[in-house]
């Protein structure tokens, strides 16, 4: 009677240890899990006493992808029955639980499954909503973007207007009041009157002169017209990279568009590029522009930057802000690419705006 518990003891601890294993292993590696399974059973055989494990290796069973091994125990317990003599009742009991155990681990299998849908939906959400977010961000700058280049636009707009409007009309009073001048020359109460008029329409004509300056100089974004000048240009793909902390002063972003400008159109007409990068950098003495592109390269080898009017125009216009400029061919005979490179002091650009 105490060997019949011993040896059903040791084989209930022998099983568990199984099933422990087969929880790490997994149905991942498939040879070791069927042996977990199988080993209690192999245990049972050879001492019908430990037939109390049969449930619990129905129960490991059950979870394996080949569903018809489920069936082994229940097959086992049947043999056991027929060939080691146990009772009914025995048997009836371990069918039952048998069954108990099968059906339990389905339930278990199945919500373990539902667990880990609902934890792929939920980690596939979440990569949805931060890419939502990503995109929203993106729609909001570009929103900001299209609204600041816009607003600038219109002051550019407002200050055509009044530069072609006002301006030419006060320019016409100026005219009017001078001839005024001429033909009343002998009346000197005349004259001085349309002097302090003249003074008036002078002063009127400088201070919408300085409106209509600041109202440009205000809608000049060297971003903004970089990627007007890019969009426009007829290059296929043009990157540009303008993200600065602080806005150039104008003198140097009309420099710069100047440059860019008969750059990527030297690039289209004579070059013929499909791809090009224009990259502005802040650094703590210096104003950075680097245009680069992929077209056809120049056939003369050095001093590139005196070749052609384009050329010439652009180095004489960063050499008017004390700054710095060349064209070279960079990169190795298959990526080689034509750079056009102007730097500008900072210092020489506060000068040159005063």
């Given at each position: 009677?105490?060997?019949?518990?011993?040896?059903?003891?040791?084989a209930?601890?022998?099983?568990?240890?199984?099933?422990?294993?087969?929880?790490?292993?997994?149905?991942?590696?498939?040879?070791?899990?069927?042996?977990?399974?199988?080993?209690?059973?192999?245990?049972?055989?050879?001492?019908?006493?430990?037939?109390?494990?049969?449930?619990?290796?129905?129960?490991?069973?059950?979870?394996?992808?080949?569903?018809?091994?489920?069936?082994?125990?229940?097959?086992?317990?049947?043999?056991?029955?027929?060939?080691?003599?146990?009772?009914?009742?025995?048997?009836?009991?371990?069918?039952?639980?048998?069954?108990?155990?099968?059906?339990?681990?389905?339930r278990?299998?199945?919500?373990?499954?539902?667990?880990?849908?609902l934890?792929?939906?939920?980690?596939?959400?979440?990569?949805?909503?931060?890419?939502?977010?990503?995109?929203?961000?993106?729609?909001?700058?570009?929103?900001?973007y299209?609204?600041?280049?816009?607003?600038?636009?219109?002051?550019?707009?407002?200050?055509?207007?009044?530069?072609?409007?006002?301006?030419?009309?006060?320019?016409?009073?100026?005219?009017?009041?001078?001839?005024?001048?001429?033909?009343?020359?002998?009346?000197?109460?005349?004259?001085?009157?349309?002097?302090?008029?003249?003074?008036g329409?002078?002063?009127?004509?400088?201070?919408?002169?300085?409106?209509?300056?600041?109202?440009?100089?205000?809608?000049?974004?060297?971003?903004?017209?970089?990627?007007?000048?890019?969009?426009?240009?007829?290059?296929?793909?043009?990157?540009?990279?303008?993200?600065?902390?602080?806005?150039?002063?104008?003198?140097?972003?009309?420099?710069?568009?100047?440059?860019?400008?008969?750059?990527?159109?030297?690039?289209?007409?004579h070059?013929?590029?499909?791809?090009?990068?224009?990259?502005?950098?802040?650094?703590?003495?210096?104003?950075?522009l680097?245009?680069?592109?992929?077209?056809?390269?120049?056939?003369?080898?050095?001093?590139?930057?005196?070749?052609?009017?384009?050329?010439?125009?652009?180095?004489?216009?960063?050499?008017?802000?004390?700054?710095?400029?060349?064209?070279r061919?960079?990169?190795?005979?298959?990526?080689?690419?034509?750079?056009?490179?102007?730097?500008?002091?900072?210092?020489?650009?506060?000068?040159?705006?005063?």
């Amino acid at each position: 009677m105490r060997g019949d518990l011993a040896s059903s003891v040791v084989a209930m601890l022998v099983a568990v240890c199984a099933s422990a294993a087969f929880e790490v292993v997994g149905d991942g590696h498939r040879k070791a899990a069927l042996a977990l399974v199988l080993a209690p059973l192999v245990l049972c055989a050879l001492a019908p006493v430990a037939c109390i494990v049969v449930p619990l290796s129905s129960y490991d069973a059950a979870r394996l992808k080949t569903r018809w091994l489920a069936v082994v125990p229940l097959a086992f317990v049947a043999c056991l029955g027929a060939t080691c003599g146990l009772g009914l009742v025995t048997v009836c009991q371990l069918v039952v639980a048998t069954l108990f155990s099968l059906a339990l681990s389905v339930r278990t299998t199945r919500v373990l499954e539902g667990q880990s849908q609902l934890h792929r939906l939920q980690d596939d959400l979440n990569d949805r909503l931060i890419a939502l977010g990503e995109k929203n961000a993106e729609l909001v700058d570009a929103r900001e973007y299209e609204t600041h280049a816009a607003a600038l636009s219109e002051r550019t707009r407002i200050a055509r207007e009044i530069h072609d409007s006002v301006g030419h009309l006060l320019t016409r009073l100026v005219l009017q009041v001078e001839a005024l001048k001429v033909v009343h020359r002998d009346d000197s109460t005349v004259v001085e009157d349309l002097d302090e008029v003249l003074g008036g329409l002078n002063d009127a004509l400088s201070s919408m002169r300085r409106s209509v300056h600041a109202l440009e100089d205000s809608g000049v974004d060297l971003g903004c017209e970089l990627n007007r000048l890019a969009t426009e240009c007829g290059i296929r793909n043009v990157t540009v990279a303008c993200s600065l902390d602080v806005a150039p002063p104008v003198m140097v972003s009309r420099c710069f568009l100047m440059v860019a400008r008969e750059a990527l159109t030297n690039a289209v007409r004579h070059a013929h590029a499909s791809d090009a990068l224009v990259a502005v950098t802040c650094l703590p003495g210096l104003w950075q522009l680097r245009i680069t592109n992929d077209g056809v390269m120049p056939s003369q080898g050095t001093d590139l930057e005196l070749h052609g009017m384009g050329l010439r125009s652009m180095r004489s216009r960063v050499l008017e802000m004390g700054g710095v400029f060349s064209a070279r061919v960079d990169g190795g005979r298959e990526s080689e690419r034509f750079v056009v490179f102007a730097s500008v002091p900072r210092g020489m650009d506060e000068e040159a705006c005063q």
